[in-house]
Structures are given as C-alpha cells and as structure tokens.
C-alpha cells in the first residue's frame, strides 16, 4: 500500500509544483466574477445564473483536467525514461497503473472541490445559498465520474503516446457526455441492425449524465434519493474497476525500450 | 548455487516495420556473487536489452533468467537490486531528499531507518549539501550521482550500472570507480556495461563481451586479456573476428 500512495503523492507534487491546477482556479475565478459584475436590471434570477454557468465551468475544467493529467502520465515516465528506474524497483505493474489512477484522481477532485468552493463562495456572496447536502451529492458523483474518466484516460495512455490518449479520451467522453442521453430520442426513428447497433453503443459508452446533479443544486430541488445515490455510486466504482483492469492487462506485459524498435 | 545473475538461453526479439531483429540470441551467462562484472560490446550488441530483459522490463521471447535464484517474472526478484540507467534521468520537481524518500517506499522502508538509510547514501555519492534544492536545479554529474543514490538506498546485494560513467568528467568517473570499489570491499555483486575500457581494466575482475546478441567470450580478466594486449586490443580483435565469422558464415563459407 505504501508503493501505491507514495506513486499518487509523487503526481500530486507534480500538478502543485507545474502550477497547472493554479491556472485553472485563477481562470474560473476570473469567469465568476466577470459573472457576478454583470448585473442586468438587478434580476434576482442571475444568482441562479452565475451558479449554473460557474458549475457547467466546473464539469469543463474537472473533464478536461482530468483527460491531460492521466493521460500523460505514463507516456511522460516512458518518454522522460523515469519508468525504468520505477519498475526495477519490487513494485509491481499493477501497483504503478492503481498509484498514478489514485494520485490523478485525487488531484482533479481536489480541484473540483476548489472550484466548487468558489463557487459557493460566489453565491453566498449575493446573499443566495445552495442546499449543503444536495451540494454534497453533487460534489461526490462528481468525483465518481472523474474516477472513470481517469480510468479510462489511463487505459488508453496504457498503449497510446500522450497526444493519442487524450483525443481518443475527449472523443470517448465528450460522445458520452452529448451524445449518449440523446440516443433513445434517435432510436425511435431505426428499425433492424442499426437500432440494434445504436441501442449496443448505447449500452457500451459510460453514461455520465447519471453523475450530473447540477441542475438539482441550482435550482434547489433539494437532495436526490440515497438508494439511487448509491447505485450510481456503485455504477462508477464498476466501470472504474473495469477500465483499470483492462489498463493493467495492457501494461503488466509491455515492453519498454528505448529507440525505435517496438515489441 | 544461487548466481546473482543466471539466464539460460535468454533470447529477445523486437518486431519492428523492417523484420523481425534478434538482439539477444540463446544468452548463457553467471555472474557469481561478490564479482565486478564487466558486460562488454559494440553498440546494438545487446548489453542494454540484456539489463532491460533482467530487471522485467522487456519479456524475453525464449529462455529464462533469475536474479540470486528468483524467476525475473516475479517483482520480488528485484527487491535486492539496484539499477543506474544509462542517461538517467527522474523527477526533476523533486527534492533530492524527497526523490529518495519515494524511493525507500518501493523497497517498503519508512521512518527513521529511512532516514537514516538516505544521509548515508547522500554522503556516500556527495550530495549532503545540495539534497533539499529540486533536482531541476542539479548539473549533470550532480543528476548521476542522486540516481546512483536511489540506486543505492536498499543497499543492493547486485548494482547494475548501464554506462555509468558516461558523460562524466574526470572527476565524476573517478568517484564511480571509488564507488564500484567500495561496493566490491562489501561484499556486492556489480554488474556494468561501459565503452570506458581502461575504466573496465581498472575495476572489474571478470568480463564478458557480446556482440550481435550472442556470447563471444567470458571470463576473468587476468586470463582472457593476453600478456602484452590491452583489454582494447583484445576487444577489437575479438568483436572483429566474430563480425568476420558471422559475415562468412552468411554468405556461406566457413567461418
């Protein structure tokens, strides 16, 4: 267990001491409050506004945070040549793919918690709130979908150099993200192998808008239930397992060699 | 006997967009426990897939090897060892402490002994002074010398060093001999490649030279080097000839 936490704390030092989570947070906060200064007709509404705009920003950033992080960063060790020195160590291959997923997981929900802070803080400051316990579910499957993404990052960056790993990353995700909850409203119109082909997509690509509570925070619906809470919870925690087995069935017998010659 | 080093009939092959190349063809090697092994050869001989194939991170395509008696497959093989590649490099955002420190976790140490384990190995490689600036910060030898620190910090019963001295200023190399030397008086196995020849000549008391993947000759120095025939001589003489037999033998005649 030490080997593990000791390869997720050397890539939390990484992302604190390159400065990219920095640039994030000053970004978002720039955008909140350039939000927060418009201030049209004094519309008690815009509360409602900035938060949906500031949380949609959050999901942006924590999506696009956690593709770069884990996608580079097994590339970066091959690339850089630290992998060798790594692996001639007693740690094992699947201990080095569960250390890097747990350190980027960590940093990007991290962040997330960061950007939802100043969120929070946003709209405490115009004297408007946020049901804590609706935030809290919000914040947790949040935290779960970024614990797939990561995985499925690190799956690809497995086999992959960094560049290939993060677009096949943002082409996976970002698909699942628009284009999987529109698929049943297509699927009325198919008939045969296509809508048998649309419906296996359909079942095969993560479905991430099971972790989007935004629109119950913001509009203070209030908490969702705890049983479905809970599966979608189980949900995340089964497909992360899955893609971090995959990413270690692919890197436990890769060959590492320096130059041109491949296995 | 349990041999630091034993691979019987290693081979290791890479498919690439021309063939297939055969870098390592049948190996046989021993290193013996308390040697300082020289591992000789031109460039593409096989040295480097030979190290990258003993500690797991190429499979070898036949054969098999074993690290003190322990299959190479088995991460446990490598928990007596320590490894300098060849340009090392490492996590330039760290401290050369908290390098070391990341390092002792992968060998399960913690706490005081650790510690204590990291100011030895500081003063050992002379890095006490500069070990809490980043490693971004370091020279070159500087760099050598911390990732010879982390390949020291378990204190490994088998060193491998993958042209340790390369890139060295005078200086430098000398404290690698100095190093070698104190590993030798200690009991430890050293198993390195160098194109430094006189540097081999100086520290090691057996050798072996590969060329195109295959054994050509082992053994200890004072016995293979002939009266009269520096161990460079002799290197040339010897890859040469097996590049002629080899070239012979392809084209059909007798080597």
Known sequence: MIRILSLAWVLWLAMLRKKDLYVLLILLGALLVTLVSINVFGLSGMTRYVADTGFLIAWVFGWILSVLVSARELPLEQARGTIYPLLAKPVTRAEVIVGKWLGAWTVVSAATLAFYALIVAVVLSRHARLDPVALAQAYLLHAASLAVIVSLAMLFSTRLNSDAASTLSFVITGASFLVVPRIPEFLVSLEGFPAYALMLTYHLLPHFDVFDLRQRVVHDFGPMDWAPFWQVILYGSVLTTFFLLLAWMAFRNKRFVRGELSQ | ?255
Request: net charge positive.
């Open chain 2, 1 to 255: 006997m349990d041999y630091a080093i034993e691979t019987r009939s290693l081979s290791v092959e890479f498919r690439s967009r021309g063939g297939t190349v055969r870098a390592l063809d049948r190996l046989d090697l021993r290193v013996r426990p308390g040697q300082v092994f020289g591992f000789l050869g031109p460039n593409g001989a096989g040295k480097t897939t030979t190290m990258h194939a003993l500690l797991g991170f190429i499979a070898p395509t036949a054969g098999e090897a074993f690290l003190f008696g322990e299959d190479i497959r088995h991460s446990i093989a490598r928990k007596r060892i320590g490894y300098l590649p060849e340009h090392p490099d490492t996590y330039r955002f760290l401290t050369g402490v908290e390098l070391l420190k990341t390092t002792g976790h992968m060998f399960n140490m913690t706490g005081r002994a650790l510690r204590k384990r990291i100011d030895e190995v500081l003063a050992h490689v002379g890095l006490i002074e500069p070990a809490g600036r980043r490693i971004s910060t370091y020279s070159r030898g500087m760099m050598q010398r911390i990732c010879l620190a982390q390949a020291l910090l378990n204190d490994p019963d088998l060193v491998i060093l993958d042209e340790p001295t390369s890139g060295l200023d005078p200086f430098g190399r000398a404290q690698i001999r100095t190093i070698i030397a104190d590993l030798r008086i200690r009991g430890k196995t050293v198993f390195f490649s160098s194109h430094e020849l006189s540097e081999v000549e100086l520290v090691c008391d057996t050798l072996a030279i590969l060329a195109d993947g295959h054994m050509v000759t082992e053994g200890p120095v004072a016995e293979i080097v002939k009266p009269g025939e520096n161990l460079e001589r002799f290197f040339m003489r010897t890859v040469t000839e097996r590049r002629s037999a080899s070239t012979a033998s392809s084209k059909g005649g007798r080597p």
